[in-house]
């Protein structure tokens, strides 16, 4: 079938081979861990949920993007394609008589219908929410988290991109931009469209030295010299505060040990549309996408009820295992340590289960094979200890 030219996987999903699943299985078990020595508490929601009940807290973007179908009872639902608005529907219907904080993680699949060819539409993530905390000791924490969790699954040379929703609107607003124009901007931002930001501001009320200033904005990369520049483009009270809590996370992250490796964006902006003030992202070289991404998104849970402020962060750990691919390349099977062959079955069973019970991986001969071409199978393999147990 396969040489006629028939297609047997859907785009936009994949198989794991034994090296890249055991790789996946060891990263997303090493988070984990990770997660929870840091107090978070591991959840798993449903795979698929009710339409009415997630869309309402979805933005327009990624409700274009869901898989739709009808259960047998009639009614409409979708596979979730996040894990932040699941969690946010299980805190804000049956956790909120908790106490706050509430830290919770996860390792889960989410799906996201797309219409470019070769994107991906099943992805693996871990991640954590941190909800009811709303200060940037909070957001601090978070981003700190994530770049552990580069550094921990063996990611090199990553970067660490950090902005602010409020921030960049009261840029924005300071340029006078309406409110249509401040959504055209973002737009032209988000898709590092310099054209059409540049006729934006052109075409703005600000004298020529402030039009110079603005139009040199997605170039404003860096480090705390980056807040100075933007502390003369903005004028509201929310902006203020945002760029204070950059601020404060930067030099949180800095007394983390990851000062080396953030850096400010105020472009940055993140696809979901419920982010409310910090949002970051995560890039290595060679990658063309972040590896992982989060931010605050204090209004979210209040579309289920309960207004709780919240933070958190996912990792995609398909583009981990790209990136780590690129670093060493082809992921080795992990071959076993003994083989064992002969006909006392007995004598065979009590060592395999001693090797395997001092951590060795054991594999016995099931073939019923000559006993040399049970031994040449193994060789082949690499196997470097074979026994042979006879009666």
């Keep these: 079938m396969e040489n006629s030219g028939t297609v047997l996987m859907p785009g936009g999903v994949r198989d794991l081979l034994p090296g890249e699943a055991r790789c996946k299985r060891e990263v997303e078990n090493s988070l984990l861990k990770l997660f929870c020595s840091c107090g978070y508490q591991e959840v798993v929601t449903p795979t698929f949920e009710y339409y009415d009940v997630l869309a309402p807290a979805l933005n327009d973007l990624l409700a274009g993007q869901l898989y739709r179908f009808i259960d047998d009872r009639?009614?409409?639902?979708?596979?979730?394609?996040?894990?932040?608005?699941?969690?946010?529907?299980?805190?804000?219907?049956?956790?909120?008589?908790?106490?706050?904080?509430?830290?919770?993680?996860?390792?889960?699949?989410?799906?996201?219908?797309?219409?470019?060819?070769?994107?991906?539409?099943?992805?693996?993530?871990?991640?954590?929410?941190?909800?009811?905390?709303?200060?940037?000791?909070?957001d601090a924490e978070v981003i700190g988290l994530a770049a552990e969790s580069m550094k921990l699954a063996g990611v090199k040379d990553f970067q660490i991109t950090v902005g602010h929703v409020d921030v960049l609107t009261g840029v924005l607003r300071g340029a006078g931009f309406s409110s249509a124009e401040q959504k055209e901007a973002k737009i032209a931002l988000s898709?590092?469209?310099?054209?059409?930001?540049?006729?934006?501001?052109?075409g703005s009320q600000l004298s020529a030295v402030r039009k110079k200033d603005f139009a040199a904005l997605p170039?404003?990369?860096?480090?705390?010299?980056?807040?100075?520049?933007?502390?003369?483009?903005?004028?509201?009270?929310?902006?203020?505060?945002?760029?204070?809590?950059?601020?404060?996370?930067?030099?949180?992250?800095?007394?983390?040990?990851?000062?080396?490796?953030?850096?400010?964006?105020?472009?940055?902006?993140?696809?979901?549309?419920?982010?409310?003030?910090?949002?970051?992202?995560?890039?290595?070289a060679g990658v063309g996408y972040p590896l992982c991404g989060g931010g605050r998104?204090?209004?979210?849970?209040?579309?289920?009820?309960?207004?709780?402020?919240?933070?958190?962060?996912?990792?995609?750990?398909?583009?981990?295992?790209?990136?780590?691919?690129?670093?060493?390349?082809?992921?080795?099977?992990r071959r076993p340590d003994y083989f064992i062959t002969g006909d006392d079955l007995s004598s065979i069973a009590e060592k395999a289960k001693e090797l395997r019970e001092n951590g060795f991986i054991v594999e016995v001969d099931i073939s019923e094979s000559p006993r040399d071409d049970a031994v040449s199978h193994a060789s082949r393999k690499g196997i470097p200890h074979i026994l042979v147990m006879e009666r």
């Excluded at 983390?256 to 419920?274: E, K, S």
Aim: proline share 3%.
């Design 74 to 138: 009639g009614q409409i639902m979708i596979l979730r394609p996040d894990m932040t608005t699941p969690i946010a529907r299980l805190v804000g219907t049956r956790l909120n008589e908790q106490d706050l904080p509430q830290r919770f993680c996860y390792a889960a699949n989410v799906f996201r219908r797309e219409s470019h060819s070769g994107r991906q539409r099943e992805y693996y993530q871990t991640g954590v929410e941190l909800l009811g905390a709303a200060g940037a000791g909070a």
């Design 191 to 202: 898709k590092k469209d310099m054209v059409k930001w540049e006729g934006l501001v052109a």
């Design 219 to 284: 170039y404003m990369h860096g480090g705390a010299e980056v807040l100075d520049l933007l502390e003369g483009l903005i004028r509201d009270e929310p902006a203020k505060r945002g760029l204070d809590c950059l601020r404060r996370v930067w030099k949180a992250l800095s007394d983390y040990g990851f000062g080396a490796q953030a850096g400010i964006d105020i472009t940055l902006l993140r696809g979901l549309g419920y982010y409310t003030g910090i949002v970051f992202e995560c890039y290595v």
């Design 297 to 333: 998104y204090d209004e979210l849970l209040a579309k289920f009820g309960y207004s709780c402020p919240a933070t958190g962060f996912a990792l995609t750990v398909d583009r981990v295992l790209e990136a780590l691919e690129k670093q060493s390349p082809s992921f080795e099977e």
